[in-house]
């Protein structure tokens, strides 16, 4: 996830492009950059690695003269490590044409291979430089045989190099082009990322999100996948990618700024537990068909054969990340891989046990936890190879391991880690499945099937979180509670247990996550009643057994919050229901985990918690 701004009018462009980084810092952080265009067909260019105040410095010792229009990009690293050279904007060969870009690029390194053979010469390690490289491409196929790009006609002839452009670019883009010859327009368009136009009088600006420009008008258009925008001083207009005039409605917005920041959500946990149908997707995207094993190969770099060298799975993570890491473990022995799953800060002792040939699988949303990169460093010690799944690009968990897998999440601002939790999940499915038919455990037609089911999931996220008005109005019976009991069996234990962790770190009340079979063993005794005890009951093996444990714990006075699928409801009997889409049990975690997160999002505000920043916690924890 990235931020992108953009100007055209007679204010003075540069700070309106800062004043719009800094609204949007909070997508992303590691370098950024703006390029403005004058009259004088002239462009200046300034980027920095590190947060806007450090662009801030370099702009306020430039002289901008006469700025009439600019674009600029705050980055969150996808391809190419944190650093100025990577920073946006990037430009074509001349320096003429700069972009910015939010999104993945999916067939960049097909486009840069033919760009290259053609000539083009590229300055970064980004997927987004191709875009800037592939307009010059079609402004020079526009103007063949002419030795420069017709001065007469430059706008119409821009437009069409960038409608092409566009046009072939394959993943997610909200990407904005100012080319130093037509500096009276901006460029910009949409697929899958988001991207807005503020509509001011005699001035106009484009963002990632409304809070960029709110404080200069409140008139929007927000822009669809497929549609491109012209800005000009005088008006937008807007156009499909065939190149086809477009009539849009504007709206209204009338949040304020920081409501703006979080998308319209009162706490950044709330919009990114919204967010995660698109982080499924961002994991999944292009990792998925075909199973062939050379997606491990071209993503990780390991090969079949080192695949089939493999002997066990050694998993360690902290917190979230270890009950990810712990779902893991029943993923992949459901593809007959053997698995173990340790907490990072209690692996000291194990490292030294683990066979040769064991995996190890590290677990980090931000990469710099230091138990983990410590267990990291006893399992290289040990002579094991590590895989880090990770959602930050070049942090320091990427140095460490042999092997990343990016989850592609986006940042994740509040504490509570929501979004993170599921794109690890869903990294584990794409490595199960990949793994499992290297190594013969499965048919390519099981492969199949799984990831058939895989690709539904982010619809089903969707709807899952349809129920969050259920879940506030159930809430509301339950804010006084100190006490609560999660439980689960099979492969959503370790969702009891993250269920249990969410409502304890935002809420401060106390809870615990059990194997619904283990109850009877202990801790069936501190059930009371009115106790609430959420279970996860979904349809699969193991629905008769936490049945019978659900049974045991209503004898007791608990108040059962059952969550359920349409079929295992019917079987359940408990106080309440939170019914989600039927998958199969292998997929449910990625589903049954959403109504606990909403759960403790709203106990936490009915208690007027701190939300995003509770207290006694950090969002990284770099301490051992
Ligand atoms: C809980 C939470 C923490 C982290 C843990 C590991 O919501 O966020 O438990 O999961 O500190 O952090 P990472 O994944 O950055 O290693």
Not at 173 to 199: E, N, Q
Not at 392 to 418: K, Q
Not at 543 to 556: H, Q, S, V, W
Not at 589 to 600: D, M, S, W
Request: a neutral charge; glycine letters at 8%; hydrophobic letters at 40%.
């Amino acid at each position: 996830m990235c931020g992108i701004v953009g100007y055209i009018g007679d204010r003075k462009t540069e700070e309106i492009l800062l004043e719009g980084l800094r609204r949007l810092e909070y997508r992303g952080y590691d370098s950024c950059g703006l390029a403005v265009s004058n009259l004088k067909n002239k462009l200046q260019l300034k980027r920095a690695k590190g947060r806007v105040e450090a662009l801030a410095d370099i702009v306020a010792a430039e002289n901008f003269k006469g700025t009439v229009s600019g674009i600029a990009h705050t980055r969150w690293a996808t391809h190419g490590v944190p650093s100025e050279d990577n920073a946006h904007p990037h430009t074509d060969c001349q320096g003429e044409i700069v972009v910015v870009h939010n999104g993945i690029i999916e067939n960049y390194l097909e486009l840069k291979d033919e760009l290259l053979k053609k000539g083009h010469l590229f300055k970064s390690d980004t997927d987004t430089e191709v875009i800037a490289h592939l307009v010059e491409e079609k402004l020079k196929t526009l103007n063949k045989g002419a030795n420069s790009i017709r001065a007469e006609m430059p706008e119409p002839v821009f437009f069409e190099a960038f409608r092409r452009a566009v046009s072939v670019l394959k993943g997610s883009f909200a990407v904005s082009v100012l080319w130093a010859k037509t500096p009276g327009i901006i460029l910009s368009a949409r697929m899958y990322s988001p991207l807005v136009i503020g509509a001011g009088e005699k001035e106009n600006f484009l963002a990632s999100d409304v809070s960029a420009f709110l404080k200069f008008t409140k008139k929007v258009f927000f822009m669809k996948d497929g549609e491109i925008a012209v800005l000009r001083k005088s008006g937008v207009d807007f156009f499909d990618f065939g190149g086809k005039k477009i009539q849009k409605e504007n709206s209204t917005v009338n949040w304020d700024l920081s409501m703006a920041e979080k998308g319209g959500y009162k706490h950044f946990m709330l919009k990114e537990i919204h967010e995660q149908p698109q982080s499924v997707e961002n994991t999944l995207r292009g990792r998925v068909l075909p199973v062939s094993g050379e997606l491990l190969e071209k993503e990780l770099g390991m090969t079949a054969a080192e695949i089939k060298k493999t002997g066990g799975i050694q998993v360690i993570a902290c917190g979230t990340a270890f009950h990810a890491g712990f779902a893991g473990k029943y993923i992949f022995e459901k593809f007959g891989l053997r698995t173990e799953a340790d907490l990072a800060s209690e692996f000291d002792e194990r490292s030294r046990l683990l066979e040769k040939n064991t995996l190890v699988l590290a677990i980090s949303q931000s990469g710099e936890t230091a138990d983990t990169l410590y267990a990291v460093k006893l399992a290289k010690k040990n002579g094991n190879k590590v895989l880090a799944i990770t959602n930050t690009l070049g942090s320091s968990i990427t140095r460490e391991a042999d092997y990343t897998l990016y989850t592609h999440c986006g940042p994740e601002i509040g504490v509570a880690s929501t979004k993170a939790f599921l794109g690890q999940l869903t990294a584990m499915y794409i490595l199960a499945v990949n793994f499992a038919f290297v190594k013969g455990n499965i048919s390519e037609e099981k492969a199949r099937l799984c990831v058939e089911e895989l690709l539904k999931i982010p619809r089903w996220v969707e709807e899952t979180l349809g129920l969050e008005r259920d879940v506030e109005k159930l809430t509301l019976s339950f804010s006084g509670k100190e006490h609560y009991l999660f439980i689960a069996r099979g492969i959503n234990y370790p969702i009891a247990l993250e269920g249990a962790l969410k409502i304890k770190e935002i809420s401060y009340v106390h809870a615990e996550g059990y194997a619904a079979g283990e109850m009877k063993h202990g801790p069936i005794a501190i059930i009371e009643n009115g106790m609430p005890v959420l279970a996860v009951a979904v349809s699969g093996p193991n629905l008769d057994l936490i049945r019978g444990n659900i049974e045991e714990a209503r004898a007791r006075g608990a108040e059962i919050i059952a969550i359920v699928d349409r079929e295992s409801g019917k079987k359940v009997k408990a106080a309440h229901y939170l019914e989600i889409p039927a998958t199969d049990e292998l997929f449910s975690p990625l589903l049954t985990v959403l109504p606990l997160q909403l759960f403790a999002y709203y106990i936490a505000l009915n208690r007027n918690c701190d939300i995003d920043k509770p207290r006694n916690l950090a969002k990284s924890v770099t301490v051992r």
